[in-house]
């Protein structure tokens, strides 16, 4: 069924009504997934509409979208969604900043640690001297990755294991908002054999310092990029940096979807949001804003990439590791992060006068609200 806009703001003002334990029945998890449909639908053409209108576009195996220089496409992307996955390594659980955007926002301080002088890899705590024997035994990954939190709160731990998965010759990317590197440990961590550096450039709201510890950073590390979610306030603080922020000749900038869970979802209360595959929950202004930071960088030929990390290239991501992890044909931990539907969450954009659905039908009978036969 293709629901009206105006029957399903009156199913969903109902159903943010209810007690969190109550379940829908069946028929009224029809309306709710009939009306995600009809949202996602909107959302997708106009951002296809919004693709249409970049000249330069690509795609990496279908997988993804980007523009500009390929041969700087990130490696720990392509590891991510050709190779074996996103192997996280997970050490430091403490952070300088808190986000609103953050997946952790409200529980930084809340957060477990990994235990002194070990390391978690794959879920499993090791210390160093037991990533040799990791080594010999187990298939090397085509990359990994270090986060959880800000790695820079003590990066000198970091150092021996850098260069043990160098020395195994296995690509490495850490993420970090910038706000503590300097020049010294820069060069250590490419020294040490760091092949990818990521700086969350909208933590820091675009500050000059860490503009700066880029343009650093590309002294000492091959590959240098910003990956940071993409929010209006990030948009505009580029775009009154970007001749700073591009003259410190980065390879690329990963624009993330935001996207959102039980922690951070409430920073952006009264958006209008969209759940792509019934999956991840995003403002619909994220992957739309990207787009046009990609129609811009496409026009004015920035010698880099900038690749459209969105919920499509989540999806796909999920999809490649299941395969090469070996479960059934479908399988992907791809799936919605809150444990009961937000209902209330879509309101806005059900009660937005300027977000139309692409076409409406009645609801059959049975199906209408307060005439519902269960």
Not at 61 to 90: D, M, Y
Not at 162 to 179: C, E, M, P, W
Not at 226 to 238: D, K, S
Not at 293 to 311: G, I, P
Request: proline letters at 4%.
């Amino acid at each position: 069924m293709k629901i009206s806009k105006k029957d399903a703001l009156k199913w969903f003002e109902f159903f943010s009504t209810l007690p969190e334990e109550e379940e829908i029945m069946t028929k009224q998890q029809e309306i709710v997934y009939s009306a995600f449909a009809q949202i996602e639908a909107a959302i997708d053409h106009r951002n296809n509409m919004l693709m249409s209108e970049i000249k330069g576009l690509k795609t990496l195996k279908n997988r993804t979208f980007f523009v500009g220089n390929e041969s700087k496409f990130p490696q720990g992307c392509r590891s991510c969604l050709l190779g074996t996955g996103l192997n996280a390594i997970r050490k430091t659980n403490k952070c300088n900043m808190e986000c609103k955007f953050c997946y952790d926002y409200g529980e930084l301080e809340d957060i477990p640690p990994i235990g002194e002088g070990m390391w978690e890899i794959g879920g499993t705590r090791f210390y160093d001297k037991d990533i040799d024997l990791l080594l010999s035994i187990q298939k090397k990954p085509t990359g990994i990755c270090y986060v959880y939190l800000e790695p820079f709160m003590e990066i000198e731990k970091y150092y021996p294991v850098i260069r043990k998965f160098s020395d195994a010759q296995v690509h490495q990317h850490l993420y970090t908002n910038g706000i503590l590197a300097t020049e010294e440990t820069l060069k250590a961590l490419g020294e040490a054999g760091l092949d990818e550096i990521r700086f969350n450039l909208g933590a820091s709201e675009c500050s000059d310092k860490v503009i700066e510890n880029i343009g650093t950073a590309k002294k000492y590390i091959k590959s240098v990029g910003i990956e940071t979610p993409m929010t209006p306030e990030f948009f505009e603080i580029f775009f009154e940096k970007k001749q700073a922020i591009l003259d410190t000749k980065l390879d690329f900038i990963n624009c993330a979807e935001l996207h959102l869970n039980e922690n951070n979802i409430n920073n952006y209360y009264g958006e209008d949001m969209y759940i792509s595959r019934q999956g991840y929950i995003s403002p619909i202004w994220s992957r739309e804003l990207t787009l046009k930071f990609m129609k811009t960088a496409d026009e004015e030929k920035w010698d880099l990439v900038v690749h459209d990390c969105s919920n499509y290239t989540k999806f796909a991501r999920d999809l490649n590791l299941s395969s090469k992890e070996g479960k059934w044909f479908g399988a992907s931990n791809y799936a919605c992060e809150f444990s009961r539907i937000p209902y209330e969450a879509f309101l806005p954009i059900l009660g937005d006068d300027n977000f139309k659905f692409l076409s409406e039908e009645e609801l059959p009978e049975g199906y209408k609200p307060g005439k519902m036969i269960f």
